[in-house]
C-alpha cells in the first residue's frame, strides 16, 4: 500500500523489476494484464510517472490523463472488448485504493457482459 516510488509494485513493473502481461506501452504509460482477473478481460493501464490517485491529480496531470483515458477504447477494443466494457479507478482507502500508484481496470467480456466476481 506505500505511495513511495522506490517500493510501489507498479513503479517496479514500469522499470521492469517485476515481469507482467504487456497489452501496451509506450513513453507514459504502460497496460498489463491483472494477475486476479475479475472478469474475462481484465487489465490495467498505469502512468509511468508516479501519481498516487486522482485526489493528488490536477491541471498538471491534464496532458497525461488525457493520454491515459485517451488510450483506453483502442486497448479495449484490441482486447476485443468492441461491443463495451467497464472503467474504474479507485481513489483512496475509501474507494476501495489498495494500490497507491494511480490505475485504470479496464474490464470485460468479449461480446458479452461483464461477469462480477468481486465488489467494487
Known amino acids: 500500500m506505500s505511495g513511495d516510488i522506490h517500493s510501489c509494485i507498479f513503479c517496479r513493473i514500469v522499470r521492469g523489476e517485476i515481469p507482467s502481461r504487456k497489452v501496451y506501452e509506450d513513453e507514459h504509460i ?4 491483472d494477475i486476479n482477473p475479475a472478469s474475462p478481460v481484465h487489465f490495467l493501464m498505469v502512468p509511468k510517472r508516479h501519481l498516487v490517485n486522482l485526489l493528488d491529480a490536477d491541471l498538471s496531470h491534464q496532458a497525461l490523463l488525457g493520454h491515459l483515458f485517451g488510450s483506453v477504447g483502442k486497448l ?6 468492441g ?7 479507485n481513489n483512496g482507502k475509501s474507494g ?4 497507491y500508484h ?3 481496470h479496464v474490464r470485460g467480456s468479449p461480446g458479452g457482459a461483464v ?5 467494487e
Open 30 to 33: 504502460l497496460a498489463f494484464h
Open 76 to 81: 479495449a477494443r484490441q482486447e476485443g472488448l
Open 115 to 119: 461477469r462480477e466476481t468481486v465488489a
Open 102 to 104: 494511480l490505475h485504470v
Open 96 to 99: 476501495g485504493q489498495e494500490v
Open 83 to 89: 461491443d463495451g466494457f467497464r472503467v474504474i479507478v
